[in-house]
């Protein structure tokens, strides 16, 4: 009853699309969840994941959940994750991609899930980490440990999607050091992040990780941008 009268005055919407849920659905009403443009990434290695870090970064496997574009649901959905503070959101792509990721075997050997840190100014403001949600939906799935205090980010950089490939490859280098180690020498670890454009981001913590001794790499984004 007192759902319903909930529902009422503050009705349930979609994070994709703002209609109203209805009672059986969660988040993202079913006409979105049919209508997300899924990648299926994982299942092929020769993905376009791993064509943006080709020759700049040696990952074992890299995968995206969603297609990203201007104006699109998947737009909303990080729009509402990242800005309005719905990190439910989150949490549900990771679900979402983590049963995916632990019926595929080379996936199941990823030891230690880290997300790409926001810079502390940036993590003051928002208040939170758009990537720890998913990253620890994944570790779970994965039976992972899940470190989000390894890296630090040093440098405050604007949100830089569909920014110049050449620019933002000049503004991100080393704008990371790992500041914990503990345990993680010949690791494989699972990089997590919200979206991937040129890859310069993802490039540069992963030369960061590199510096331990014996890791290997992989990769999982939310989104990819077409």
């Not at 040696?58 to 309005?84: D, G």
């Not at 990780?209 to 790499?217: A, E, H, S």
């Amino acid at each position: 009853m007192i759902k319903n009268l909930l529902n009422l005055f503050f009705p349930e919407v979609c994070r994709a699309c703002s209609n109203h849920l209805s009672d059986n659905e969660l988040l993202i009403c079913t006409h979105c969840r049919h209508d997300l443009p899924l990648t299926n990434f994982h299942e092929d290695k020769d993905n376009a994941v791993h064509k943006i870090l080709c020759g700049r970064v040696k990952l074992e496997q890299a995968t995206a959940l969603l297609h990203f574009s201007k104006k699109s649901i998947v737009q909303q959905l990080m729009h509402n994750l990242k800005y309005r503070g719905h990190e439910e959101i989150g949490h549900l792509l990771g679900e979402w991609l983590g049963e995916e990721l632990q019926q595929i075997d080379a996936y199941s050997k990823i030891d230690v899930v880290i997300p790409v840190p926001l810079h502390k100014a940036k993590l003051k403001s928002r208040g939170f980490n758009q990537v720890d949600r998913f990253g620890i939906a994944i570790a779970k799935a994965l039976n992972a440990k899940y470190y989000p205090t390894v890296l630090i980010k040093t440098t405050n950089t604007k949100t830089q999607v569909f920014k110049d490939r050449l620019k933002r490859n000049f503004n991100e280098h080393t704008n990371f050091k790992i500041i914990n180690t503990e345990g993680l020498e010949n690791k494989h670890i699972l990089i997590v992040d919200d979206i991937i454009t040129t890859g310069a981001t993802i490039e540069d913590c992963a030369n960061t990780l590199l510096d331990i001794k014996g890791v290997r790499l992989s990769l999982a984004t939310m989104s990819i941008t077409d």
